[in-house]
Structures are given as C-alpha cells and as structure tokens.
T-cell receptor, first 116, second 114 residues
Framework: SQTIHQWPATLVQPVGSPLSLECTVE??????LYWYRQAAGRGLQLLFY??????ISSEVPQNLSASRPQDRQFILSSKKLLLSDSGFYLC??????FGQGTYGYTFGSGTRLTVV | DAKTTQPPSMDCAEGRAANLPCNHS???????VYWYRQIHSQGPQYIIH???NNETNEMASLIITEDRKSSTLILPHATLRDTAVYYC???????????????FGPGTRLSVLP
C-alpha cells in the first residue's frame, strides 16, 4: 500500500536560520508531489508542486524553495527563515490514473514550524 | 477550476445526521466534486467524490443535484470524532488535469455536540 512520510512533526527555528523539510512516498511510482502551508486559523495554501524529478512549479512568490532529487522525495527549504514562515506544512501526493479515492490526494501528517 | 461556497460553520448533535452543503454553480461538465476533512493539527483526509450520480462509501454519502450546481455531504450518524473542517472542492479529474491542483477554500467547521 502507498504511504507518505513527513518529518519532523514539530520544529522551532530562530529567524534567519535555514530550513529543510523532507517528504517521501512509498508504494508508488511517478507521483505528483505537493507542498501546502496552513497559517494558524487559515486555509491551505499551495506552495509548490512537482510532476517529476527536477520539475518544480511554484504557486506563490516566497522565501521558500522546493526540490525533488528523487522520484519519491520532495524537499522544502529556506536559506533564511522569516517570522511569517511559521505555519503547518503539509506534503501530499497523487498519481495519474489511481490513488487514494481515485485521483484524489493523500496528505502527510504535517510539520508544525514555529519561527522565533 | 470552479469555485465553491460553503457555510463557515455548522453544529450537529451527536448521533444525528450532519448535512454539509456546497454550492458550485459554475461547475463544468468534466469537473468532479471532492470532499475532504481536516481534523485539528492533522493533514486533510479524503472522504468521497462524485461526478453526477449520488455516491456512498463507509464514511459518508454525497448527493449531487441534477443540475450539478450544488451538493450535500451527509454523515449519517455524526460522532464527536467527526468534528473537523470539511472542504468541498471541484476539479477536473486525471488524466485531464495534468498540472492542475486542488484549491482548498476556508471550508465548513463542523462541531458535533454531545
């Protein structure tokens, strides 16, 4: 069965420090991968999505970047964190033609980032 | 993708049916209606989806009007664990939505009361 791993679950980082969040998917090949962010009390905002290795699309300009070094690995990074980067970060995957709920998304458990 | 409109919040008594409405008056013929829910501090969870026929699974039922301009998610016997934010999304399904993505609006915050 397909699973998605996201870590760490919580993270507290000082302003100006770097960030690296990792997401990996198991049990499937060639997934579409996504990074979402949810600010406190707000909806989900799509940050990046990837349809293949090295292919990254950014939805909003920001202080973050994403990379996909392997088929089932998606990394969210920042060189210098800002206070406004605090939030709940979610990774998700979907697969052409099939997936949980047929063409739906499967989300990871999320990383709660607090920038202090 | 078509936009959706949901009430910001709803209450439901435990054990009763929870009926969550969603308007999607600009939906296109090839767009599906998806429902997800997000329990506090967790990732969104898929519930159900449909195109034009009513659908039922172990979690819920989805009723889509004949003109497809609105739908209702039904949780037949709500429990306290169903307290969550429920998102209604319309989207073209694979393989015709290459590169398109789910857009999560504010959703409906359902509170199931004891």
């Amino acid at each position: 069965s397909q699973t998605i791993h996201q870590w760490p679950a919580t993270l507290v980082q000082p302003v100006g420090s770097p960030l690296s969040l990792e997401c990996t998917v198991e049990g499937t090949s060639n997934p579409n991968l996504y990074w979402y962010r949810q600010a406190a009390g707000r909806g989900l905002q799509l940050l990046f999505y990837s349809v293949g290795i090295g292919q990254i699309s950014s939805e909003v300009p920001q202080n973050l970047s994403a990379s996909r070094p392997q088929d089932r690995q998606f990394i969210l990074s920042s060189k210098k964190l800002l206070l406004s980067d605090s939030g709940f970060y979610l990774c998700a995957w979907s697969v052409l033609g099939f997936g949980q709920g047929t063409y739906g998304y499967t989300f990871g458990s999320g990383t709660r980032l607090t920038v202090v | 993708d078509a936009k959706t409109t949901q009430p910001p919040s709803m209450d439901c008594a435990e054990g009763r049916a929870a009926n969550l409405p969603c308007n999607h008056s600009t939906i296109s013929g090839n767009e599906y209606v998806y429902w997800y829910r997000q329990i506090h501090s967790q990732g969104p969870q898929y519930i159900i989806h449909g195109l034009k026929n009513n659908e039922t699974n172990e979690m819920a039922s989805l009723i889509i009007t004949e003109d497809r301009k609105s739908s209702t998610l039904i949780l037949p016997h709500a429990t306290l664990r169903d307290t969550a934010v429920y998102y209604c999304i319309v989207r073209v399904s694979f393989p015709n939505n290459y590169g398109q993505n789910f857009v999560f609006g504010p959703g409906t915050r359902l509170s199931v009361l004891p």
